[in-house]
């Protein structure tokens, strides 16, 4: 079994001894979430860390958005709800990347390939994503590679 699904399920039953309804709640969910992916498909199978990982950072993705979409709706206790489980996701997901961190993966990416202009984008972004695997979502790599190609070397 993933060394991360099991710390999960720990974690759950602490949460429960604990009457930790939070993170009863956002564990529960992030179990069924695995349960769901492992199962889907045409055989079930058991998730790698790595796999595991990919569905948490996925949740916390839908928390962010919806802790948006509450908070402009002015639903600030929904919002506030959403934001407390995203942030007991954000305990089991690596570290974030910061924006100088991420500007130097890029930029080491673009001068290896020798990239120039937005046409060469797909090429910096196959190369870049296993890098920051995990520790930046999408849009903002595309964002920053948008950035440095259109702008040239910095």
Same mark, same amino acid.
């Given at each position: 079994?993933?060394?991360?699904?099991?710390?999960? $399920?720990?974690?759950?039953? &602490? *949460?429960?001894? #604990?009457?930790? !309804? /939070?993170?009863?709640?956002? @564990?529960?969910?992030? +179990?069924?979430?695995?349960?769901?992916?492992?199962?889907?498909?045409?055989?079930?199978?058991?998730?790698?860390?790595?796999?595991?990982?990919?569905?948490?950072?996925?949740?916390?993705?839908?928390?962010?958005?919806?802790?948006?979409?509450?908070?402009?709706?002015? $639903?600030?206790?929904?919002? &506030? *709800?959403?934001? #407390?489980?995203? !942030? /007991?996701?954000?305990?089991? @997901?690596?570290?974030? +990347?910061?924006?100088?961190?991420?500007?130097?993966?890029?930029?080491?990416?673009?001068?290896?390939?020798?990239?120039?202009?937005?046409?060469?984008?797909?090429?910096?972004?196959?190369?870049?994503?296993?890098?920051?695997?995990?520790?930046?979502?999408?849009?903002?790599?595309?964002?920053?590679?948008?950035?440095?190609?259109?702008?040239?070397?910095?």
């Amino acid at each position: 079994m993933a060394e991360l699904k099991e710390r999960l $399920r720990t974690d759950l039953s &602490a *949460a429960m001894r #604990a009457r930790d !309804q /939070v993170r009863l709640r956002t @564990l529960r969910m992030a +179990l069924a979430a695995i349960t769901n992916e492992e199962v889907a498909g045409k055989a079930a199978r058991e998730l790698s860390d790595d796999e595991v990982l990919k569905v948490l950072a996925r949740e916390a993705k839908k928390r962010r958005e919806a802790a948006d979409a509450f908070g402009s709706a002015g $639903r600030a206790e929904q919002a &506030a *709800a959403e934001q #407390a489980e995203g !942030q /007991v996701l954000a305990g089991y @997901l690596p570290a974030q +990347l910061g924006d100088d961190e991420l500007t130097r993966i890029v930029d080491e990416i673009v001068t290896e390939t020798g990239a120039a202009g937005m046409s060469s984008m797909g090429q910096v972004m196959k190369a870049v994503t296993p890098r920051v695997a995990g520790r930046a979502e999408g849009a903002r790599v595309a964002a920053e590679v948008r950035r440095r190609l259109t702008a040239g070397p910095s």
